[in-house]
């Protein structure tokens, strides 16, 4: 037994020896590969890819600073519009009051006027009643007076 554990114990050793002595002869460093890869047309590609990019976003930057000051100044002329219909409504408003009191007044007045010429025309005809009532007493007038002389 003593005889195994030393061949199984020289066989490790020499498994080992062997293994070591094959790792030296395989194992080599590695030579470094240096690979070069010509990207410059890219990279110049995308810097003015880029620069083109940056350029539109600044022509749509002023683009949308000038829409937002317009915008701003329509907006207030849209308020200034819409103070300036108010203050017309008012007007408006005061102008309708004033002419429904015209148009009230007008109306009282055309009524006054109405009774005045069924006054007038009432007037009138007693007017023209007096007139040949008048002219009858004048005649009569002058009958008696004719009679008068005559006698």
Known sequence: MNQKIAFYLLSIIAIFFIGYNYSQFNIEPLKPEIITIN????????????LNLQQQLEELNNQL??????LKSTSQKLNLSASKIQVLKKELSSIQN??????????????KLLENEKTLKVLEKALSDAELDIELIKFDLEIA???LRAN
Do not use: C, Q, R, V
């Open 39 to 50: 990207n410059n047309d890219a990279i110049e590609e995308y810097k003015l890819d880029n």
């Open 65 to 70: 600073i000038l829409a937002l000051d317009e």
């Open 98 to 111: 004033a002419f429904n009191l015209s148009d009230s007044s007008l109306k009282k007045s055309y009524a």
């Open 145 to 147: 007076e004719a009679n």
